[in-house]
């Protein structure tokens, strides 16, 4: 089945500092991929679509100049946390849509913690 | 806009018994899809089932299976022969046609009991 891994899994960075989210789409291309965010116990809540070789789409409310997307090729998505915050801690997940079934499909998530 | 409501944030369920996972939703669409996914302890989401709007037909997955009323809104989830391996976090998501956008619901958690 199609798959879509995240790394890194997990990662803690100082407040302040900038942070990279990888989104790769392991045996199907994907010229959409899908940024979403959820914090404890909640709901995910899409933050923007990335589109190949165009730029991103943000949802409303949704910094870009803070969260820097950038998708380069038709694997791979990148999500940049730019001087993040404490309140910037949550789970980070991808999905990228395949081009021939249009399915999506969901990568692991990547915890972010901000110190 | 569309909003997808799950009023039931816990349920619980022994072990091959049957269980109903409710799900409203808003639209003023008259094309769009109905999804319910399952999120288990390792954060993986994983899609348990779809429901194509124009489809009269429920959708059936083996254990798996919806109670679509479109003129309710309603799109309910029944798990039959509930497994163990079945306790997850579950979110029921709408799609407008045309758009891959998925708006999820605020998710329900079930438990199965041995």
């Known amino acids: 089945g199609a798959v879509v891994s995240q790394h890194p899994s997990r990662v803690i960075c100082k407040s302040g500092t900038s942070v990279k989210i990888e989104c790769r789409s392991l045996?199907?291309?994907?010229?959409?991929m899908f940024w979403y965010r959820q914090f404890p116990k909640q709901s995910l809540m899409l933050m923007a679509t990335?589109?190949?070789?165009?730029?991103?789409?943000?949802e409303q409310g949704v910094e870009k100049d803070k969260f820097l997307i950038n998708h380069a090729s038709l694997t791979l998505s990148t999500l940049t946390v730019t001087s993040a915050h404490p309140e910037d801690s949550s789970f980070y997940i991808c999905s990228a849509r395949d081009v021939v079934t249009h399915e999506q499909y969901f990568g692991p998530g990547t915890r972010l913690t901000v110190t | 806009a569309q909003t997808v409501t799950q009023s039931q944030p816990e349920m619980s369920v022994q072990e091959a018994e049957t269980v109903t996972l409710s799900c409203t939703y808003d639209t003023s669409e008259s094309n769009y899809y109905l999804f319910w996914y399952k999120q288990p302890p390792s954060r993986q989401m994983i899609l348990v089932i779809r429901q194509e709007a124009y489809k009269q037909q429920n959708a059936t997955e083996n254990r798996f299976s919806v109670n679509f009323q479109k003129a309710a809104k309603s799109f309910s989830l029944k798990i039959s022969d509930s497994q163990l391996g079945d306790t997850a976090m579950y979110f029921c998501a709408f799609m407008k046609q045309n758009t891959d956008k998925l708006i999820f619901g605020t998710g329900t958690r079930l438990q199965v009991f041995p």
């Open positions: 990335s589109n190949e070789g165009s730029k991103a789409t943000y």
């Open positions: 045996d199907f291309q994907a010229t959409t």
